[in-house]
Each structure stands twice: as structure tokens, then as C-alpha cells.
């Protein structure tokens, strides 16, 4: 599971790499919120929060990983930040999720996938309304409004792949 863990730690920063600016927001549409799903799902609450630590803990020791090639500490701290711890939490609550459900299909993924990406756009909309001093109008028409159809289809897609494929 070890490896796993490192593979959808590794996963995650090539989906930062994977991104589209939006130009009236600080945070871009990426592909990191598709591994962070998965890792959850697939690998549970352990090992899925874990995958995202090891995410997190490269990018602190500035290795390239987040978004647009950055890292550092300074990122967590920014704007962005918020979405990133949210990857730890949103993962571990996926996985938690997962374990509890009788079955694994698709609806029940879906619905576990939906309740992480609540927890992680909600740490990424309080992060990002205070360190850019907004209000939480602005924060939720900047941060949060703009990606959801896009969660809709990763969350869809995540759900599908969990559901058909067990590590």
C-alpha cells in the first residue's frame, strides 16, 4: 500500500501540472482533485490521506508539485493553500466513507467523492476568503462556483474507476 500511496502522491503533482487558468481567479482548474478522489476511494482513509501528507510534505521541501510548478511553504499560506490541506482531509474523509459502505458501486463512490470535494473546496473557500480579503460572496464566486461543473465530471469519471478497478 506503500507504494500505492507514493504512486497517488506522485499522480497528484503531475495533475498540478495539468491545469487551465481562469482568468478572474487565483486558483487554476487542475487535475489534482481527480488523484485526490481516487486516493480516497480506492485507497482508503489511511493510506489515501497519507498519499496526500507525502503530496503535501514534497511540495513543503520544494519540490515542484503544486499548481503552475510551485511549492513551499509560502503556497500554504496563500491564497491556494486551503485547497491543499483540504487534499489531506478530503482524501481521509473519502476513504473513511468507503470503508464504512457495504458496497463500493458506483452511486455510493459518487456520493462519498461529493462529500470529499465539499470538504475540500470548503477548507480552499475559508483560506482563500481570508488570505485575499474577501468577502464570502467573492471567495464562493472566485473559488469555488467556477470548478464545480469540472468536480462534476472528475467526481463521475473517479466514481466509475473506483468502482471498476480494487487495488
Not at 497517488?8 to 485526490?36: C, D, E, K, M
Not at 496526500?52 to 510534505?57: A, E, H, K, N, P
Not at 503556497?75 to 458496497?103: M, N, Q, R
Given at each position: 500500500?506503500?507504494?500505492?500511496?507514493?504512486?497517488?502522491?506522485?499522480?497528484?503533482?503531475?495533475?498540478?501540472?495539468?491545469?487551465?487558468?481562469?482568468?478572474?481567479?487565483?486558483?487554476?482548474?487542475?487535475?489534482?482533485?481527480?488523484f485526490v478522489l481516487l486516493a480516497g476511494?480506492?485507497?482508503?482513509?489511511?493510506?489515501?490521506?497519507?498519499?496526500?501528507?507525502?503530496?503535501?510534505?514534497?511540495?513543503?521541501?520544494?519540490?515542484?508539485?503544486?499548481?503552475?510548478?510551485?511549492?513551499?511553504?509560502?503556497?500554504?499560506?496563500?491564497?491556494?493553500?486551503?485547497?491543499?490541506?483540504?487534499?489531506?482531509?478530503?482524501?481521509?474523509?473519502?476513504?473513511?466513507?468507503?470503508?464504512?459502505?457495504?458496497?463500493?458501486?458506483?452511486?455510493?463512490?459518487?456520493?462519498?467523492?461529493?462529500?470529499?470535494?465539499?470538504?475540500?473546496?470548503?477548507?480552499?473557500?475559508?483560506?482563500?476568503?481570508?488570505?485575499?480579503?474577501?468577502?464570502?460572496?467573492?471567495?464562493?464566486?472566485?473559488?469555488?462556483?467556477?470548478?464545480?461543473?469540472?468536480?462534476?465530471?472528475?467526481?463521475?469519471?473517479?466514481?466509475?474507476?473506483?468502482?471498476?478497478?480494487?487495488?
Amino acid at each position: 500500500m506503500m507504494v500505492f500511496a507514493s504512486l497517488f502522491a506522485a499522480l497528484t503533482a503531475v495533475g498540478a501540472y495539468i491545469q487551465i487558468p481562469i482568468p478572474f481567479s487565483p486558483v487554476p482548474v487542475t487535475l489534482q482533485v481527480f488523484f485526490v478522489l481516487l486516493a480516497g476511494s480506492m485507497l482508503k482513509s489511511k493510506w489515501g490521506g497519507l498519499s496526500m501528507i507525502v503530496y503535501t510534505l514534497l511540495g513543503i521541501a520544494g519540490l515542484p508539485v503544486f499548481a503552475g510548478g510551485s511549492s513551499g511553504m509560502g503556497v500554504l499560506f496563500g491564497p491556494t493553500g486551503g485547497y491543499i490541506t483540504g487534499f489531506i482531509l478530503a482524501a481521509y474523509a473519502i476513504g473513511k466513507l468507503s470503508e464504512k459502505a457495504d458496497k463500493s458501486g458506483l452511486f455510493i463512490n459518487a456520493l462519498n467523492m461529493s462529500a470529499g470535494v465539499l470538504i475540500l473546496y470548503a477548507c480552499g473557500f475559508i483560506q482563500l476568503m481570508f488570505v485575499a480579503d474577501m468577502g464570502p460572496g467573492t471567495s464562493l464566486a472566485l473559488g469555488v462556483i467556477p470548478f464545480l461543473p469540472g468536480e462534476i465530471v472528475k467526481t463521475g469519471v473517479a466514481a466509475y474507476i473506483a468502482s471498476t478497478y480494487k487495488l
